[in-house]
């Protein structure tokens, strides 16, 4: 009887080490067209789909670093994207158009799930160290599809980097638009619309986002007053 079992149990872990093994396969999915693109993946890739046309297009992710669930959309030649060691990044997407963009996530970072997109010639969106992200974050540089003044014949919105500094917090549902700068330690509340810079170690809720606390900093741990 006890040899039965363990022969059971045997078939059993074999099959669910197929199981993993195929579904781990089956999860790094990757689409990629074009010549001279460059991956280095020194993380942890899961349920991660790549989607590259174009050349010389850099990837680089750090060391125990994680990304689950989501996509890399790449259209265009020479982006970059790096990620730095020790972040979790568990959905949505990094999306590049057109040229010579970068995206780069500083250490530490956690990500619920974004959308950050780096669109038209060489803008950026940079992240600092120990950010907090919840989930439904929205990142663009530009607006993908031209505004024209009729009277002068030319393009009014021109995309603008992106840069939120180290140790910030953006809750649920934010959006942040193109030219803004976020200080560190600042706190961007639930379902806020950032059109405009804002101040570190502040809060800033509403739509437009605006400052309703200065001279505050957080922490990932919880604390109870006494």
Same mark, same amino acid.
């Given at each position: 009887?006890?040899?039965?079992?363990?022969?059971?149990?045997?078939?059993?872990?074999?099959?669910?080490?197929?199981?993993?093994?195929?579904?781990?396969?089956?999860?790094?999915?990757?689409?990629?067209?074009?010549?001279?693109?460059?991956?280095?993946?020194?993380?942890?890739?899961?349920?991660?789909?790549?989607?590259?046309?174009?050349?010389?297009?850099?990837?680089?992710?750090?060391?125990?670093?994680?990304?689950? #669930?989501?996509?890399?959309? %790449?259209?265009? +030649?020479?982006? *970059?994207?790096?990620? $730095?060691?020790?972040? !979790? @990044?568990? /959905?949505?997407?990094?999306?590049?158009?057109?040229?010579?963009?970068?995206?780069?996530?500083?250490?530490?970072?956690?990500?619920?799930?974004?959308?950050?997109?780096?669109?038209?010639?060489?803008?950026?969106?940079?992240?600092?160290?120990?950010?907090?992200?919840?989930?439904?974050?929205?990142?663009?540089?530009? #607006?993908?599809?031209?505004? %024209?003044?009729? +009277?002068?014949? *030319?393009?009014?919105? $021109?995309?603008?980097? !992106? @840069?939120? /500094?180290?140790?910030?917090?953006?809750?649920?549902?934010?959006?942040?638009?193109?030219?803004?700068?976020?200080?560190?330690?600042?706190?961007?509340?639930?379902?806020?619309?950032?059109?405009?810079?804002?101040?570190?170690?502040?809060?800033?809720?509403?739509?437009?986002?605006?400052?309703?606390?200065?001279?505050?900093?957080?922490?990932?741990?919880?604390?109870?007053?006494?």
């Amino acid at each position: 009887m006890n040899s039965i079992k363990i022969f059971v149990n045997n078939q059993r872990y074999l099959y669910l080490l197929k199981v993993k093994i195929q579904h781990f396969i089956n999860s790094f999915r990757k689409s990629i067209l074009g010549n001279n693109n460059f991956i280095q993946n020194r993380g942890i890739f899961f349920k991660v789909k790549l989607d590259i046309i174009g050349n010389k297009n850099t990837i680089r992710i750090g060391k125990k670093t994680m990304l689950y #669930d989501m996509t890399i959309f %790449i259209r265009g +030649d020479n982006h *970059i994207l790096t990620i $730095d060691e020790n972040c !979790i @990044i568990k /959905g949505g997407s990094f999306w590049f158009e057109d040229s010579l963009c970068k995206i780069h996530i500083g250490k530490d970072t956690t990500i619920e799930s974004a959308h950050l997109a780096v669109t038209e010639n060489a803008s950026t969106i940079s992240i600092g160290d120990d950010c907090m992200f919840s989930d439904g974050i929205v990142l663009r540089t530009g #607006d993908s599809h031209a505004i %024209i003044d009729e +009277d002068k014949n *030319i393009k009014i919105n $021109d995309a603008q980097d !992106i @840069i939120i /500094g180290n140790h910030v917090w953006i809750g649920s549902r934010s959006t942040i638009l193109k030219g803004v700068v976020v200080g560190d330690n600042a706190i961007i509340g639930t379902g806020s619309i950032v059109t405009k810079s804002v101040l570190g170690n502040s809060i800033s809720v509403g739509i437009p986002a605006r400052m309703i606390k200065s001279n505050v900093g957080w922490s990932r741990n919880r604390f109870y007053n006494v």
